[in-house]
């Protein structure tokens, strides 16, 4: 039997989060999920479209990536992860270079808030690429003009 069939795919992007992170300095929250997209593609891990989402929350949460004796404790979509602490989440965000004196108080997000948040950010973020590409293809044919007689 494959070991790695066992477990929950978020914990195995979370460990490639992990590494990313320790690795390199992003400078937003979208740069992060376009890079482990781009790794999980690149090891051909399948995102089920929520697949980095879950692995950015299990590190959000440090969470314990070890493997578990009974794989069948882990759940693929954890209902409401734990209260993140002040200290913890000034750990996390020192490590994408952000330095916070006081963290204010903030009520836990619902999940239907939750989820149009993120899809919010991920339709910017799409727009984003597509007036990019949108843009380098105008550049592409106004050289292609100036190219011909």
């Known amino acids: ?11 195995l992007v979370a460990k490639l989060l992990r590494e990313m992170l320790a690795a390199e300095r992003f400078s937003s929250d979208a740069d992060v999920k376009e890079a482990l997209k781009r790794r999980c593609a690149q090891l051909k891990i399948h995102d089920d479209g929520d697949l980095v989402h879950r692995a950015m929350d299990l590190v959000a949460s440090n969470r314990d990536l070890s493997t578990p004796d009974d794989p069948s404790r882990l759940s693929a979509h954890p209902a409401d ?17 952000v330095t916070v004196r006081t963290v ?18 991920d339709r910017a973020k799409a727009l984003q690429i597509v007036t990019d590409a949108i843009l380098e293809a105008e550049r592409r044919g106004a050289d292609l003009e100036r190219e011909d007689p």
Request: charged share 25%; hydrophobic share 35%.
């Open 1 to 11: 039997m494959h070991p790695h069939r066992d477990t929950d795919p978020a914990r």
């Open 81 to 97: 992860p734990p209260a993140m602490s002040t200290t913890v989440a000034k750990q996390l965000l020192a490590r994408f270079g």
């Open 104 to 121: 204010p108080t903030v009520r836990a997000l619902t999940p239907d808030e939750y989820l149009r948040r993120r899809f919010a950010a």
